[in-house]
Nanobody
Framework: QVQLVESGGGLVQAGGSLKLSCVAS????????MGWFRQAPGKEREFVAA????????LYADSVKGRFTISRDNAKNTVYLQMNSLKPEDTAVYYC???????????????????WGQGTQVTVSS
């Protein structure tokens, strides 16, 4: 059984940076695309970034493009989200997710992901 565990969240001032990590255990991590999503209070879960299993293709939400970078280290079964120039509107619980389906491009729709971590809180103060 695969498990995903996120870490790296916290409280940061606007303009600051955080790096989230998500470690997968239990299966061949390199076989799956990975995504990061976030959910703010009272809002739906939204796509942030995704990366193909080889790391060759990455996708970003327009709201984070140029500020966030998704990467993965298949040897460490870990996917990262480097977040720079953080804004108060980035405040949310951030989730990593695993997609067991083989697709040409990583998915942006939460319902297409099969496994989710427990989430890590990111709070950006103004």
């Amino acid at each position: 059984q695969v498990q995903l565990v996120e870490s790296g969240g916290g409280l940061v001032q606007a303009g600051g940076s955080l790096k989230l990590s998500c470690v997968a255990s239990g299966r061949t991590f390199s076989s799956y695309a990975m995504g990061w999503f976030r959910q703010a209070p009272g809002k739906e879960r939204e796509f942030v970034a995704a990366i193909r299993r080889s790391g060759s293709i990455t996708l970003y939400a327009d709201s984070v493009k140029g500020r966030f970078t998704i990467s993965r280290d298949n040897a460490k079964n870990t996917v990262y989200l480097q977040m720079n120039s953080l804004k108060p509107e980035d405040t949310a619980v951030y989730y990593c997710a695993l997609d067991m389906e083989t697709r040409l491009f990583p998915a942006k729709v939460p319902a297409l992901y099969d496994l989710w971590g427990q989430g890590t809180q990111v709070t950006v103060s103004s």
